[in-house]
């Protein structure tokens, strides 16, 4: 019904930046909070950063001030900024979504995740 496809993960050097993509498309009426989530190696999939449809953000410690999280309601996409990045930021970076359907329904849907590697 959704899909949710990110992109621009890539290997870059330590101090180097990124940009994350993550586009939603299908049966969308709207879409409500959408995020990114990093799962490191051998770690749990955590959280990186949320922003709201009215554009509040928050962000997880580890990014503060280096990573921002930006969206475009009308292409229902989403963006990560990532500066300054370490290796420990290396991971599967994941895009989520809060989405309510046309029917009506408010559904949770996942991207398939993009890899990011930061060389020391």
């Known amino acids: 019904q959704v ?6 993960g890539e290997l870059v050097q330590a101090g180097g930046s990124l940009r994350l ?3 939603a498309s299908g ?3 709207s879409i409500n909070d959408m995020a990114w989530y990093r799962r490191a190696p051998g ?3 955590d959280l990186v950063a949320r922003i709201t449809r009215d554009g509040s953000t928050n962000y997880g410690e580890s990014v503060k001030g280096r ?3 930006a969206r475009d309601n009308a292409k229902n996409t989403v963006y990560l900024q990532m500066s300054s990045l370490k ?5 599967v970076y994941y895009c989520k979504a809060d989405v309510v359907i046309l029917s009506g329904r408010l559904s949770e849907y ?3 995740g993009t890899q990011v590697t930061v060389s020391a």
Do not use: H, N, Y
């Open 87 to 91: 290796p420990e930021d290396t991971g």
């Open 43 to 45: 770690k749990q999939r």
């Open 27 to 29: 049966m969308i009426f």
């Open 67 to 69: 990573f921002t999280i």
């Open 110 to 112: 996942w991207g398939q």
């Open 3 to 8: 899909q949710l496809v990110e992109s621009g």
């Open 21 to 23: 993509s993550c586009a």
